[in-house]
């Protein structure tokens, strides 16, 4: 696409067709998180197109993209990020995932087109004085994509004064925008519970110690703690969700493996909670003659904290967008995570929602086999970070 082809100051981000044909070749090939190199040549080569430094290896796949006019000294971060999820997608339409196991079933391809127009926009016509960094993030699915790129010297070697990231909301009407002051979305840690006992032959129990009741009396006294240690008014979760244990009808097995993770907004709720999973596991494994110990992922997702001012920066360019009557800036607190808020511990910022619709077209909900992202707000995400960069660097 050059620019004859574009004719237009504002036909990058309005090009409908092209924008849908950009998402739906990333969605066809999807890559899971640190694998997303056909997809970092795609972004890399629309961003030098149009005369973008673009700086690849970034924690390992992510790409930073630069852009500068005038000679103001500010600096602002855009993010998309750039990852599959690890599942397999079950829709049957022309561009549906073309390998086994891997889906955007999140709308990451999506988030990637929508930074993409607005930064060959930005190149070809923004009127701006400073720093525009395309912050195009690997592995927000779960493997720390944000804080590998922070530990790989993001904001040393980028300045930015702040940052923001946007998402994709089914349940909200399309193209309507949404956001909150303060904790937005949840911390996320994952753990896992080894109970160990002694092995014996399922006829003769007395011989060993079952680690079976053991964990299934954990689990069940780990509900308790929601329940009956935090504060009711406080938001906290906590689930076991995967229970491994044996591999045969007659054999008492010596151990048991529990998975899971816990939620919450405020790190003092985080703290009651891995303390009181720490005496529930080691108590009853005790109380049974057995052994329980728990370890965490090293993969921590913070709350998501937004910063009130660059919120009302957010929600004024995004009513100028969608219209006062479509933006929302009192969006409910949300228990999913994104690893977004390690960026927001470094800078202020802002992740803001965009509405992916309601009913059979976008109200689809994230992570379901049958997510697609709808094309129809690509135009509209792309447009709000034109009008972001231009209002905050004047």
């Not at 998180?33 to 056909?38: D, L, V």
């Not at 680690?211 to 069940?220: D, E, K, N, V, Y």
Request: charged share 20%.
């Amino acid at each position: 696409m050059d620019r004859q082809a574009i004719g237009g100051a504002t036909a990058i981000v309005d090009d409908h067709e092209t924008l849908m044909q950009w998402r739906r070749r990333i969605h066809a090939h999807p890559e899971l998180g640190f694998e997303e190199h056909e997809t970092g040549r795609f972004v890399t080569e629309k961003l030098e197109e149009v005369g973008v430094e673009v700086f690849s290896g970034i924690g390992k796949t992510g790409i930073v993209g630069r852009l500068t006019r005038g000679k103001g000294g500010s600096g602002i971060g855009l993010r998309a990020d750039l990852d599959a999820l690890s599942m397999s997608e079950e829709n049957e339409f022309p561009h549906k995932s073309i390998h086994a196991g891997k889906f955007h079933g999140c709308g990451h391809d999506g988030h990637t087109v929508m930074l993409l127009a607005a930064a060959r926009q930005l190149a070809l016509y923004g009127k701006f004085n400073g720093t525009v960094h395309f912050i195009f993030q690997p592995a927000e699915e779960g493997l720390g994509g944000a804080r590998s790129m922070i530990n790989d010297g993001l904001f040393e070697k980028f300045r930015m004064d702040s940052v923001y990231a946007m998402h994709n909301m089914p349940s909200m009407a399309a193209g309507s925008f949404a956001m909150r002051s303060g904790p937005f979305m949840a911390a996320f840690e994952k753990f896992d519970i080894l109970v160990t006992g002694v092995g014996a032959h399922g006829a003769l129990p007395h011989f060993g110690i079952d680690p079976m009741p053991i964990a299934a009396q954990i689990l069940l006294a780990l509900q308790t703690i929601v329940s009956r240690n935090i504060d009711p008014l406080q938001a906290a979760v906590l689930s076991i969700t995967q229970i491994h244990a044996g591999d045969a009808y007659n054999v008492i097995p010596s151990g048991v493996v529990m998975k899971g993770s816990i939620r919450y907004f405020d790190d003092q709720i985080g703290k009651i909670m891995k303390e009181k999973i720490r005496k529930i596991v080691s108590g009853i494994a005790k109380a049974n003659s057995g052994k329980g110990n728990i370890s965490y992922s090293k993969t921590y997702y913070p709350p998501l904290v937004n910063d009130d001012h660059c919120t009302n920066e957010a929600y004024n360019v995004a009513v100028g967008v969608a219209g006062f009557e479509n933006v929302s800036k009192n969006i409910e607190c949300v228990m999913g995570s994104d690893d977004f808020s390690h960026m927001l511990l470094e800078k202020p910022g802002c992740y803001v929602a965009i509405g992916n619709g309601v009913g059979s077209v976008g109200g689809c909900m994230v992570h379901h086999p049958e997510y697609d992202f709808n094309d129809e707000i690509l135009e509209t995400g792309a447009r709000f970070w034109v009008n972001l960069v231009q209002d905050q660097l004047k």
